[in-house]
């Protein structure tokens, strides 16, 4: 069972199936795409409606609004762990011959990430990107300066 508490402290429960993915859909959230468990984590308010979907009548019943709900995914390490449960309920909605493709899928896209998140931390550590940004002020200025 996936799970994940928001900045309230509030613990919910995230379930894929039949019925919350076709909320989702009606809300503009296709998880049926293939590519959707690649894609979701990357877009935070598509993210913040596929959850809400996925724990609309927990919410209900607690009294707590959509946007409430919204407001309780505020932080980073709320919304790496929310989408941390959805992959994982999707994975556990997965047909079982297809549940190992679509983990390594999402293993290897984290995996890819992590390692796009390093090589920007070296190109700023290195100051490769201020240079490259003093390069494009140089040219702008160039093409826009008059000529004598």
Excluded: H, Y
């Excluded at 607690?62 to 994982?88: N, Y």
């Excluded at 100051?127 to 300066?145: F, H, T, V, Y």
């Amino acid at each position: 069972m996936a799970t994940f508490t928001d900045t309230e402290g509030r613990s919910w429960i995230v379930a894929v199936n039949c019925a919350t993915l076709g909320r989702c859909k009606d809300a503009g959230v296709d998880l049926t795409r293939p590519d959707a468990a690649l894609r979701i984590a990357d877009d935070v308010l598509q993210l913040g409606m596929a959850l809400w979907c996925m724990v609309e009548r927990q919410a209900e019943s607690r009294g707590i609004t959509p946007e409430q709900f919204a407001e309780s995914l505020g932080s980073g390490e709320v919304i790496d762990a929310a989408a941390d449960a959805l992959l994982e309920a999707l994975v556990d909605f997965t047909r079982p011959g297809r549940r190992a493709v679509l983990r390594k899928a999402i293993a290897t896209k984290q995996d890819v990430d992590r390692k796009a998140v390093g090589v920007a931390e070296q190109m700023i550590d290195s100051g490769e990107i201020e240079r490259e940004a003093e390069r494009e002020l140089s040219r702008l200025r160039s093409s826009i300066s008059p000529t004598s």
